[in-house]
């Protein structure tokens, strides 16, 4: 055989096996999107996957477990001055100081499709609430107000404001009477 002749050879066979795995190709792809197309027709629902209706129903567990999570501090715990030796507050940034037997708002927050909640700083100790919770000894949240929220007790109204800090505070005492406290 000559040399041509053998070229002719390897290049008929490479062309049939070129061919060849095309047709296989083509083969399996029409039979794959023929399966394909057999089962669109099936919906998949919850009941026919288990594992993932039981995965769905722990996170719908957890989600509810971690919205219902409230809790309550004894102490406010942004308060350095009670865990810090030799804290004190730099005379350009807050100033903590006593509130005494007067209510003070500290912030209020809105967050989407919830209730507004507002902080509010009594006797030493921050409180979060909504409006319809009571804190202290008989105060209860009746409205609340981007910064601002009113409070009652014993049936009189006090309107607690959101003050710039270093600003005076003015607040409405159980008579009505407004007063100011120098931070």
Do not use: C
């Amino acid at each position: 055989m000559d040399q041509n002749s053998l070229i002719k050879a390897i290049a008929f066979v490479l062309g049939v096996g070129l061919v060849l795995m095309l047709s296989w190709g083509t083969y399996k792809s029409i039979t794959v999107s023929r399966t394909d197309f057999s089962n669109v027709e099936t919906v998949e629902t919850l009941d026919s996957d288990v594992a993932l209706a039981a995965k769905i129903d722990s996170l719908e567990a957890n989600w509810e477990r971690r919205s219902r999570y409230h809790f309550n501090v004894d102490q406010d715990p942004l308060y350095l001055g009670r865990t810090v030796i030799g804290f004190t507050y730099g005379t350009v940034g807050f100033k903590e100081f006593d509130e005494g037997g007067t209510p003070r708002l500290s912030a209020t927050m809105a967050v989407a499709n919830e209730k507004p909640m507002a902080i509010i700083k009594y006797m030493g100790k921050s409180h979060v609430l909504r409006t319809g919770d009571t804190f202290g000894d008989g105060y209860k949240v009746v409205d609340i107000r981007r910064q601002k929220v009113v409070v009652s007790k014993n049936g009189k109204s006090i309107t607690l404001h959101n003050q710039p800090i270093g600003g005076p505070i003015l607040e409405q005492d159980l008579q009505g009477t407004y007063h100011s406290t120098e931070w």
